[in-house]
């Protein structure tokens, strides 16, 4: 059974810093992309940081030079450092993971998300 277990979330000032983990486990041939996203109460979710299929990194414009997402690939987990934060950052935040579990045919996939991790940003 596949899981996306995240962790790091809390209360901050604004200004402050805090670092999200999110942890694949289970049957994984290969991590295919990986990443962060956001919704905020009243809002869709939308893309802050992420790892693409390509082995690129995307970033949503409003977090560009305060957020960095890293990874351990040999852990499966990625990180995002979330720096300068900002009450506007107020969120829930969700690991989205896409995943191979076998590559042979028929080729296994797993596309999900973990469960959210709140974080709140207070001015």
């Known amino acids: 059974q596949l899981q996306l277990v995240e962790s790091g979330g809390g209360l901050v000032q604004a200004g402050g810093s805090l670092r999200l983990s999110c942890a694949a486990s289970?049957?994984?041939?290969?991590?295919?992309?990986m990443g962060w996203y956001r919704q905020a109460p009243g809002k869709q979710r939308e893309l802050v940081a992420a790892f693409t299929n390509g082995g690129n990194t995307n970033y949503a414009e409003s977090v560009k030079g305060r957020f960095t997402i890293s990874r351990d690939n040999a852990k499966n987990t990625v990180y995002l450092q979330m720096n300068s934060l900002k009450p506007e950052d107020t969120a829930v935040y969700y690991c989205?993971?896409?995943?191979?579990?076998?590559?042979?045919?028929?080729?296994?996939?797993?596309?999900?998300w973990g469960q959210g991790t709140q974080v709140t940003v207070s001015s």
């Open positions: 989205n993971a896409a995943i191979t579990i076998s590559p042979g045919a028929p080729r296994r996939t797993f596309n999900g």
């Open positions: 289970g049957s994984i041939f290969s991590i295919n992309a």
